[in-house]
């Protein structure tokens, strides 16, 4: 039943396949010998099975698990070194026909504001996006086939990529929008789309189909076969990810692994991120009410463990989660995270009041983008917002193979250094520019060969070039 380049969801995700890996991580987790021996497969960081992994992530050992959580850290300092990316999500609309319980913009939820934003509503946001630093958005709309069809994302993106105020510009657009056909994704790939990313929420079928009892998102097979629509249409940079606390997450766990070992298998690339959500307060969504919720610990292993499984998978941790949590995962193996967010409709332009029902969820993480980037550079990270690959054509399977070989490190760095730099001459605070000027000091230091052309750069910076890039 199992087949990992069937195109169908449950030969690639099989249920059978993950009780089996359940089954045997679980009669393994004290067997040392075994893990040990994961373990020395992982130090290779080409990555691990999902059955491998799971034994690593049911594993109940304290020296073992500090070994995986050391091991996570090296991982992610030889894959990104100290850089972290920055992006914001943009919501574009909250009208939606599903009835996903879990989330507040479900159908039957009658008494929160409904909102679409006019193209006009776009620039505003997208303006109020540059004017804090932003170069890289996430947008994100309900599933509305009437209020939100397919023209409606198009034209947004374009009304998105095409305003240039003052020395802003938003350089990256991924793209958060229900699952849908070859022809709408090929549309979403010639409109220059950075990442799609589609949240599978759960990859248990029966529980999926409770979660999602109306709607087009109903279709469990059409919703995991997304990522293969859309690399069949050309996108082929893809996100993952799922809702965690809707399922065990050792069934997530695996699904997840699963899945990104069916996109390699069958296009020769894995997914581009793995995002790690886990379900928090919003509307009328009480987290409580779900069986399956994790801990900061599990969820640490749980970064860690992916970490290690796909080392050159991005990993992405949004403003859902405290400051504090963010610490902690940025460290076991997080590239990206956003910052400012807001997750309502017309948030930036206008600022909602500090309690806003039309927010998607609830952001634990409430600092304005300035004081996380400061933040992130008194933690020794380097905040990037290069969108270089995507801009010189590196994606998919280019992107994946300069990744692998670890040679990103090469045009990352100097790019990061570059973006950061932009960033402290048009929007940091004094506070913030004084940190990142020295923090460049000590970045430069690691440059070898293209210092002084990176110099140079940062010198016609300050003079106000802007978009410099390896
Ligand atoms: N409608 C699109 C779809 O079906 O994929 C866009 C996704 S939605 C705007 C973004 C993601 O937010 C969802 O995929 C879901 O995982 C997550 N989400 C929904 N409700 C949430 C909640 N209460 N807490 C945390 N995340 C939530």
Known sequence: MYNIKSKKAEEFISNEEILDTLEYAEKNKNNFELIKQILDKAKLAKGLSHREASVLLACENKELNDEIFKLAEKIKQDYYGNRIVLFAPLYLSNYCVNGCVYCPYHKKNNHIPRKKL??????????????????????????????????????????????????????????????????????????????????????????????????????YNYHTEAMDRAMEGGIDDVGLGVLFGLESYKYEFAGLLMHAEHLEAVFG???????????????????????????????????????????????????????????????????????????????????????????????SDRRPLDEVLRWLMQLGYLPSFCTACYGSGRTGDKFMEICKSQQIHNFCHPNAVMTLKEYLEDYASPETKKVGEELIKTELEKLTTIKDKVLENLRKIEAGERNFKF
């Open 269 to 363: 690339v894995g997914p581009h991120t793995i995002s790690v959500p886990r379900i928090k307060k919003a509307d009328d969504i009480d987290p409580e009410t779900f069986d399956n919720g994790i801990d900061d610990d599990i969820f640490a292993k749980i970064a860690a463990c992916i970490r290690i499984s796909v080392p050159y998978t991005g990993m992405i941790i949004s403003t859902r989660e405290s400051a504090e949590c963010r610490e902690r995962l940025l460290k076991l193996g997080i590239s990206q995270i956003s910052g400012g967010s807001k997750t309502s409709v017309g948030g930036y332009f206008e600022p909602m009041p500090e309690k806003d029902d039309s927010a998607q969820f609830d952001v």
């Open 118 to 219: 006019t193209q006009e509503e776009i620039k505003k946001e997208v303006i109020a996006l540059q004017d804090m630093g932003h170069k890289r958005l996430a947008i994100e709309a309900g599933e509305d086939p009437v209020n939100n069809p397919i023209e409606y994302i198009l034209e947004s993106i374009n009304t998105i990529y095409s305003i240039k105020h003052k020395n802003g510009a938003i350089r990256r657009v991924n793209v958060n929008i229900a699952a849908t056909t070859v022809e709408n994704y090929k549309k979403l790939h010639e409109a220059g789309i950075g990442t799609y990313i589609l949240f599978q929420e759960t990859y248990n079928k029966e529980s999926y189909e409770q979660l999602h009892p109306t709607g087009p998102k109903h279709n």
